[in-house]
């Protein structure tokens, strides 16, 4: 109906006599009336009734000497909020906002593809997605996280990753073990399937599980020990059957065009070629999620062979020849795999395909204990309550909830060479990381609260009596990034430079590992300190420190400053550019004498927990 017939068939005026009418947001349009404004400083704010009333009534003044005929909740909305600043009532203002994008900027995320992110494509879906991750971000930054902590976000202190995804964890590590003993029975699902009986049904529950996960998770959902854990479907199988599951898993996963924005499902796969201690004598699950009667330590030769298929398929590339992206491969070494026959044949297999194509990735894990990957740089290790949960590996679920990235070479700018107050610095950003895991964690653990009719439903499942997300498990990360330009602020050298520069780089690290050790103490939370893979992080604080701290960030940024495309050096790397310059440094020639000197004295006593300060 025509807007002017709807007003004139309203025929109704409030006591100031004005004849307006307001488009809601509920597609709707309904006469001009002051008390709703009322009703909603009340309800959204706190607001006294009385404060509230006024602010009604001078609102209502103003839109009467603007003569309008029609207006929109959104006008209201921001006069109203304009007079709670009059009024000074900020925290009433901050709570009253309204979150959305302007006109101009949708038009954009429509028609232009979005640059953020290189595993979406460009289509409805994305733009659903990024349209929806602005709305997200900023309620997070005015709902979930306190003053201090967004403020310091958006000056580029630091970098809370993931914003548009607040209401879930970043990543996560699970078993395939899970879907063996427990088929695909998922809440709010429209059908549920019984433990598989055979290898495709299998790989089949184990892909949509992980579509499913992507939809509760921000980050990368991780499989351990995929080829051991398949391995008693794949008995008395051919080379060319279990060449075949291969394919139909990487395809499956690389395909998979249905996660976040219409993306591939970012995925990982933990494999190895030795059977890992903690699985050796476990009993082995297999088909219809009965028990074989063998234990997995049986099943070393069929894992193996899964293992080398996986790879032959990442040499030849999908059907055009190009590396696939997922699921990214993980292979672990512990020490064991030196002594596992045909690890030398198995290592020249990935390393031709790390060269030629790019996928592998190589995970050393120290001593007979391997440590559970995930999401890049990722790793868990293993502890005793790990291992007590190795017997029945299908409880071996791991998350990180959230990542927040400190920017370091800002640390240093502020420093201004005082090495106090550099570790000061550094040691009160971690401070602020810790608080700003906090506050996720409190706003995830009220939305598990409401349990399977809650919207992490999936994470609030008790297959096994536990909820499939276990907060006593989950660790909080704390991302490094720019280290390499910190030690060039703070000493006007980098880290391939000289002696002196290295060992400050380890002085940092090392502090901040103290630090977090402490903070973990503090809160009882397991903080990580995480080579965070941050790239467009590593932009975002360059451009922010050129903009606000000009003169010492000039000295440092890398890349190209005239067209804009400047950067940090990633995490605790040294400048891309200087590998030669590397072999030549003697120091690294001579680790023992390196490492002895760092023990020495690391960064100033005062600074450090007085538990720890004993022990250097």
Same mark, same amino acid.
């Given at each position: 109906m025509n807007p002017m017939a709807v007003a004139d068939e309203i025929k109704k005026e409030d006591s100031t006599d004005l004849a307006l009418?307001?488009?809601?947001?509920?597609?709707?349009?309904?006469?001009?009336?002051?008390?709703?404004?009322?009703?909603?400083?009340?309800?959204?704010?706190? =607001?006294a009734r009385e404060i509230a009333d006024q602010i009604g009534c001078e609102v209502e003044d103003e839109m009467?000497?603007?003569?309008?005929?029609?207006?929109?909740?959104?006008?209201?909305?921001?006069?109203?909020?304009?007079?709670?600043?009059?009024?000074?009532?900020?925290?009433?203002r901050r709570k009253h906002t309204r979150l959305g994008t302007p006109l101009y900027d949708v038009q954009q995320l429509i028609v232009n593809a979005n640059k953020e992110n290189a595993n979406v494509p460009h289509g409805p879906e994305a733009t659903n997605l990024t349209l929806a991750e602005n709305i997200k971000k900023e309620f997070a930054l005015l709902s979930v996280f306190a003053q201090d902590v967004?403020?310091?976000?958006?000056?580029?202190? =630091?970098?809370?990753?993931?914003?548009?995804?607040?209401?879930?964890p970043y990543c996560s590590g699970q078993s395939v073990e899970y879907v063996k003993k427990f088929g695909l029975d998922l809440p709010n699902a429209l059908s549920i399937a019984k433990p598989a009986k055979?290898?495709?049904?299998l790989l089949a529950q184990m892909v949509k599980f992980s579509a499913a996960l992507q939809g509760v998770f921000a980050g990368a959902i991780g499989w351990d020990a995929v080829n051991l854990f398949f391995a008693p479907f794949l008995e008395g199988m051919?080379?060319?059957?279990?060449?075949?599951?291969?394919?139909?898993?990487?395809?499956?996963? #690389?395909?998979?065009?249905v996660a976040r924005g219409g993306q591939a499902i970012f995925s990982d796969i933990n494999i190895y070629w030795e059977i890992p201690k903690h699985f050796e004598n476990v009993p082995a699950i297999g088909k219809g999620g009965q028990y074989t009667g063998k234990v997995y330590g049986d099943y070393l030769k069929d894992a193996q062979r899964f293992a080398w298929a996986l790879f032959d398929v990442y040499m030849e590339g999908d059907g055009s020849g190009r590396p696939f992206f997922f699921p990214k491969p993980l292979v672990h070494m512990t020490e064991k795999f030196f002594k596992t026959e045909g690890h030398q044949e198995f290592l020249l297999h990935i390393s031709k395909v790390a060269t030629e194509m790019g996928n592998t990735y190589f995970v050393f894990d120290r001593g007979e204990t391997a440590k559970i990957s995930e999401c890049c740089r990722l790793s868990f290790k293993l502890e005793q309550s790990d291992l007590d949960d190795a017997k029945e590996p299908w409880r071996m679920r791991y998350s990180a909830l959230q990542n927040v990235t400190i920017n370091l070479p800002r640390t240093a700018f502020k420093a201004e060479g005082s090495d106090e107050k550099l570790f000061v610095l550094i040691g009160e950003m971690l401070e602020l990381a810790a608080t700003a895991h906090v506050q996720k964690k409190n706003f995830i653990e009220a939305l598990l609260a409401k349990g399977t009719s809650g919207p992490l439903s999936m994470l609030a499942m008790k297959r096994d009596g536990q909820p499939y997300l276990?907060?006593?498990?989950?660790?909080?990360?704390?991302?490094?990034?720019?280290?390499?330009?910190?030690?060039?602020?703070h000493i006007g050298k980098e880290m391939h430079e000289s002696d002196a520069?290295?060992?400050?780089?380890?002085?940092?690290?090392?502090?901040?590992?103290?630090?977090?050790?402490?903070?973990?103490?503090?809160?009882?939370?397991?903080?990580?300190?995480?080579?965070?893979p941050a790239e467009s992080t590593a932009y975002r604080f360059a451009k922010l420190d050129i903009a606000h701290y000009p003169e010492q960030a000039k000295r440092v940024v890398k890349g190209n400053f005239a067209?804009?495309?400047?950067?940090?050096?990633?995490?605790?790397?040294?400048?891309?550019?200087?590998?030669?310059?590397?072999?030549?440094?003697?120091?690294?020639?001579?680790?023992? #004498?390196v490492k002895h000197k760092t023990r020495k004295l690391l960064f100033p006593r005062n600074l450090l927990p007085a538990t720890t300060a004993g022990r250097l």
């Amino acid at each position: 109906m025509n807007p002017m017939a709807v007003a004139d068939e309203i025929k109704k005026e409030d006591s100031t006599d004005l004849a307006l009418f307001v488009r809601t947001s509920g597609d709707d349009i309904i006469a001009w009336n002051r008390q709703k404004i009322v009703e909603a400083l009340i309800r959204e704010t706190g =607001l006294a009734r009385e404060i509230a009333d006024q602010i009604g009534c001078e609102v209502e003044d103003e839109m009467k000497k603007m003569n309008l005929r029609f207006v929109t909740s959104p006008l209201i909305r921001e006069l109203v909020d304009v007079k709670l600043l009059e009024h000074g009532e900020e925290e009433a203002r901050r709570k009253h906002t309204r979150l959305g994008t302007p006109l101009y900027d949708v038009q954009q995320l429509i028609v232009n593809a979005n640059k953020e992110n290189a595993n979406v494509p460009h289509g409805p879906e994305a733009t659903n997605l990024t349209l929806a991750e602005n709305i997200k971000k900023e309620f997070a930054l005015l709902s979930v996280f306190a003053q201090d902590v967004a403020d310091a976000h958006m000056r580029g202190d =630091l970098h809370l990753h993931d914003l548009g995804f607040i209401d879930r964890p970043y990543c996560s590590g699970q078993s395939v073990e899970y879907v063996k003993k427990f088929g695909l029975d998922l809440p709010n699902a429209l059908s549920i399937a019984k433990p598989a009986k055979h290898a495709e049904v299998l790989l089949a529950q184990m892909v949509k599980f992980s579509a499913a996960l992507q939809g509760v998770f921000a980050g990368a959902i991780g499989w351990d020990a995929v080829n051991l854990f398949f391995a008693p479907f794949l008995e008395g199988m051919s080379d060319a059957e279990i060449k075949q599951i291969a394919q139909m898993m990487i395809y499956e996963y #690389s395909q998979q065009a249905v996660a976040r924005g219409g993306q591939a499902i970012f995925s990982d796969i933990n494999i190895y070629w030795e059977i890992p201690k903690h699985f050796e004598n476990v009993p082995a699950i297999g088909k219809g999620g009965q028990y074989t009667g063998k234990v997995y330590g049986d099943y070393l030769k069929d894992a193996q062979r899964f293992a080398w298929a996986l790879f032959d398929v990442y040499m030849e590339g999908d059907g055009s020849g190009r590396p696939f992206f997922f699921p990214k491969p993980l292979v672990h070494m512990t020490e064991k795999f030196f002594k596992t026959e045909g690890h030398q044949e198995f290592l020249l297999h990935i390393s031709k395909v790390a060269t030629e194509m790019g996928n592998t990735y190589f995970v050393f894990d120290r001593g007979e204990t391997a440590k559970i990957s995930e999401c890049c740089r990722l790793s868990f290790k293993l502890e005793q309550s790990d291992l007590d949960d190795a017997k029945e590996p299908w409880r071996m679920r791991y998350s990180a909830l959230q990542n927040v990235t400190i920017n370091l070479p800002r640390t240093a700018f502020k420093a201004e060479g005082s090495d106090e107050k550099l570790f000061v610095l550094i040691g009160e950003m971690l401070e602020l990381a810790a608080t700003a895991h906090v506050q996720k964690k409190n706003f995830i653990e009220a939305l598990l609260a409401k349990g399977t009719s809650g919207p992490l439903s999936m994470l609030a499942m008790k297959r096994d009596g536990q909820p499939y997300l276990r907060m006593f498990r989950v660790s909080y990360l704390m991302g490094i990034l720019g280290l390499n330009e910190l030690v060039q602020a703070h000493i006007g050298k980098e880290m391939h430079e000289s002696d002196a520069a290295l060992k400050l780089g380890l002085k940092v690290n090392s502090f901040m590992k103290i630090k977090c050790d402490e903070l973990s103490r503090k809160h009882g939370i397991h903080f990580v300190l995480e080579q965070t893979p941050a790239e467009s992080t590593a932009y975002r604080f360059a451009k922010l420190d050129i903009a606000h701290y000009p003169e010492q960030a000039k000295r440092v940024v890398k890349g190209n400053f005239a067209t804009g495309e400047i950067y940090y050096t990633n995490s605790t790397y040294f400048n891309e550019k200087a590998s030669r310059a590397l072999q030549a440094l003697p120091i690294l020639s001579s680790r023992p #004498s390196v490492k002895h000197k760092t023990r020495k004295l690391l960064f100033p006593r005062n600074l450090l927990p007085a538990t720890t300060a004993g022990r250097l």
